[in-house]
């Protein structure tokens, strides 16, 4: 079980070590490497897609189906619960749509490369200048 984040939290060891458990898997670190990049609301089968074209290096036409499933399925059950009670995404189980959640917005949050060393960088991101 991870804590939910809150923006006070920041530099707390809690909010360290929920964010570590959060990038510890390469699928939740795909996950919102695409969320960052995709801004509307996504449906859990396009972004299994998207996770399976990522970690296999196809183009996402070339995922078959009985991949789709199997990685919708784990984020179904492991990541997205992970995701959603630590308040980085929304997840609507109804409409099985997942969008970030304001929080992220907040922060500048360095998500390490694939095979890089699990080093997170978290700062709060000034208020912009209207």
Do not use: K
């Not at 304001?102 to 998500?111: N, R």
């Amino acid at each position: 079980m991870v804590e939910r984040l809150r923006i006070d939290q920041v530099g707390t060891s809690e909010f360290l070590d929920t964010i570590h458990a959060l990038l510890a898997n390469s699928a939740r670190r795909n996950a919102l490497r695409y969320l960052t990049t995709h801004r509307e609301p996504v449906s859990v089968d396009r972004l299994a897609i998207e996770l399976v074209a990522v970690e296999a290096g196809v183009d996402a036409a070339a995922v078959r189906p009985e991949q789709r499933r199997d990685v919708g399925l784990r984020l179904r059950h492991v990541h997205l619960p992970m995701l959603h009670d630590a308040g980085v995404v929304d997840w609507n189980r109804d409409s099985d749509l997942i969008a970030l959640t304001p929080l992220l917005e907040h922060l500048s949050v360095a998500i390490p490369n694939p095979g890089d060393v699990l080093g997170v960088s978290v700062t709060v991101r000034p208020e912009p200048n209207h």
